[in-house]
């Protein structure tokens, strides 16, 4: 394995042990220690990476993308372009729904929106946007979204309404289920970039 690879499993251990305790135990009461346990590494590890547990609370974007890639290897090619859009949404929002704190969630965003520069979310290089806008560009080519709308409209649209779904769980106080948001909502939001084969 090549350093980069060995150094990103380290890292990425660590931002899913952290998530996984942040869910069950809550943020105030997961340590460092707790961390580094749970995810099999040292301290000197967590160290090299994060300067304190408050810094893993801006790594969600790290931590979904590694989801992303996890999704992505159980895609079938022949899959209707606009149904893997689908897909990806219902798995995220079930994993969501059920690993990441919804407190913590709506406390992420708040600190998002309050701060200064560009927020990691958003970043078009994050795994997240390069495979949303392969299957887009792919769907297009078949016929399967539509071709008349660019690609980075599609996919922004996309994750617009993704942020939508989990706002609107979190204002809800998680009354209802994100993924019945998803299975429900999403298709109907999505509709308009179907393509008409």
């Not at 300067?51 to 999704?71: C, F, H, I, Q, V």
């Not at 209707?80 to 059920?98: G, Q, S």
């Not at 690993?99 to 406390?107: D, G, I, Q, R, T």
Request: with cysteine.
């Amino acid at each position: 394995m090549e350093k980069t690879e060995e150094k990103r499993s380290v890292k990425s251990r660590i931002i899913a042990a952290a998530w996984e305790l942040f869910r069950d135990k809550g943020f105030a009461g997961t340590t460092v220690d707790d961390i580094i346990e749970k995810s099999g590494t040292s301290k000197g590890s967590f160290y090299y990476y994060f300067s304190a547990k408050d810094e893993l609370l801006n790594t969600l974007a790290d931590m979904l993308d590694d989801y992303y890639g996890e999704l992505e290897k159980k895609l079938d090619p022949g899959t209707d372009c606009f149904e893997k859009l689908l897909y990806l949404n219902r798995e995220m929002h079930d994993m969501m729904e059920k690993n990441v704190s919804m407190e913590l969630l709506a406390s992420l965003y708040s600190t998002q929106l309050a701060a200064q520069g560009a927020s990691r979310l958003l970043n078009e290089n994050r795994k997240y946007y390069k495979l949303l806008s392969g299957i887009v560009e792919e769907g297009q080519k078949r016929g399967e979204i539509r071709a008349d709308v660019p690609i980075r409209a599609v996919v922004k649209y996309y994750s617009m309404c993704e942020r939508a779904l989990v706002t609107e769980w979190c204002l809800g106080k998680g009354s209802d289920s994100l993924g019945e948001y998803s299975r429900e909502y999403f298709p109907v939001m999505m509709e308009h970039f179907r393509g008409r084969k």
